[in-house]
């Protein structure tokens, strides 16, 4: 019987020790999840500005973007002329870019999803915030921070085995009130390789926002690409042809 009683206390002990950390990953996925929930809603448009700073100068550029559900995005480049017209649309795991001046919609493979996205600082894979941070990842809760008033918690994911993803592991901060403040990311060696801020919060819809961030190449001092956003309004119905192939090439009013 004593030795049954010292088992059990084994037993118990262990499970109480695995229950922190089974709470704090859960935690972490619901805190991701409310915050990509913050970003877009059940769906949302947005009017923004993207701005490319390079060496030789600045490149600024006009887009309007919708968004749907979980994994349904279309940005649109309304300006300066030589842009005007350029999109791309992302239907789960599937993106399509148009080229107006080709008159011609590309499908791109997957290989392609983590190269530059109209010469900016972001990829393919950063159009749209999904919950792939909370279904291909094992994330957990790793610090918490205060800042301007609020508790920021600092979360570490890393790639779930057999998940196609070209990082090492991620770490986001997530305000209080699921403000996305930053998204840090790793290549396979542990070392940070490109970053993004938000640099002001604002409130937009009726929500606290992330009105501008900005993401870096960290090994390319100097250069930047900074998105504000000038308007967004969030859980609106748009019409079933808005995210097709046909619409992309050729937009209705």
Same mark, same amino acid.
């Given at each position: 019987m004593q030795i049954l009683s010292r088992?059990?206390?084994?037993l118990t002990f262990a499970v109480l020790a695995m229950l922190p950390h089974a709470?704090?990953? @859960?935690? +972490?996925?619901?805190?991701?999840r409310a915050a990509f929930d913050n970003w877009k809603a059940a769906s949302s448009h947005a009017v923004m500005q993207m701005q490319i700073h390079r060496a030789g100068g600045t490149r600024t550029m006009e887009m309007e973007s919708w968004t749907r559900g979980k994994d349904k995005a279309l940005v649109r480049f309304t300006a300066p002329a030589r842009d005007a017209g350029n999109a791309t649309l992302q239907d789960g795991r599937r993106t399509w870019v148009f080229?107006?001046?080709?008159?011609?919609v590309i499908q791109?493979? @997957?290989? +392609?999803?983590?190269?530059?996205?109209?010469?900016?600082d972001f990829s393919y894979n950063d159009l749209s915030k999904t919950d792939r941070?909370?279904?291909?990842?094992?994330s957990r809760v790793i610090a918490t921070e205060r800042a301007g008033g609020h508790t920021v918690y600092v979360i570490e994911a890393v790639p779930k085995?057999?998940?196609?993803?070209?990082?090492?592991k991620q770490v986001v901060k997530v305000r209080d009130d699921y403000v996305l403040l930053s998204e840090e990311?790793?290549?396979q060696r542990g070392n940070p390789v490109r970053r993004m801020d938000t640099d002001k919060v604002g409130v937009l819809g009726g929500r606290p926002y992330p009105v501008v961030i900005t993401m870096r190449n960290l090994a390319k001092p100097g250069e930047w690409t900074r998105v504000t956003t000038k308007s967004a309004e969030f859980n609106v119905d748009f019409p079933d042809y808005l995210f097709?192939?046909?619409?992309?090439?050729?937009?209705?009013?």
């Open positions: 088992r059990r206390f084994v709470a704090a990953a @859960q935690d +972490a996925g619901q805190i991701l080229n107006p001046k080709l008159n011609q791109l493979p @997957q290989s +392609a999803m983590s190269q530059s996205w109209m010469g900016s941070l909370v279904t291909d990842y094992t085995r057999g998940k196609p993803i070209v990082w090492g990311f790793y290549d097709t192939r046909s619409n992309l090439q050729n937009p209705r009013d």
